[in-house]
């Protein structure tokens, strides 16, 4: 099993940034691939962004395509979200999870805790 802690989040203004940073302990070598979701009040849990933990190839949901980044240090067994031009729609709790396949995280994967985004107009 993997664990997986976020840090980052909090409150900006619309056209601002944020850094949500993952740290993976645990059996991270069985890792495939990790990354984030979010769920808005009222909403369904959503797709954000993965990344494959060998090779690193990046996948993104429409909604972020341009303005989020999402990057993976195998060193340090982190995993990052670097997020530009937020907009209020992005506000939400956003979660950290592996695997992720096909936009969704597979069953018996690892959830971090959450962590709030806010993003004000």
């Known amino acids: 099993q993997v664990q997986l802690v976020e840090s980052g989040g909090g409150l900006v203004q619309a056209g601002g940034s944020l850094r949500l940073s993952c740290a993976a302990s645990?059996?991270?070598?069985?890792?495939?691939?990790i990354g984030w979701l979010r769920q808005a009040p009222g909403k369904e849990r959503e797709f954000v962004a993965a990344?494959?933990?060998?090779?690193?190839?990046?996948y993104y949901a429409d909604s972020v395509k341009g303005r989020f980044t999402i990057s993976r240090d195998r060193a340090q067994n982190t995993v990052t979200l670097q997020m530009n031009s937020l907009k209020p729609e992005d506000t939400a709790v956003y979660y950290c999870?592996?695997?992720?396949?096909?936009?969704?995280?597979?069953?018996?994967?690892?959830w971090g805790q959450g962590t709030q985004v806010t993003v004000s107009s």
């Open positions: 999870a592996a695997p992720i396949i096909g936009q969704t995280v597979a069953m018996g994967g690892s």
């Open positions: 990344i494959t933990w060998s090779g690193g190839s990046t």
């Open positions: 645990g059996r991270t070598f069985s890792l495939y691939s």
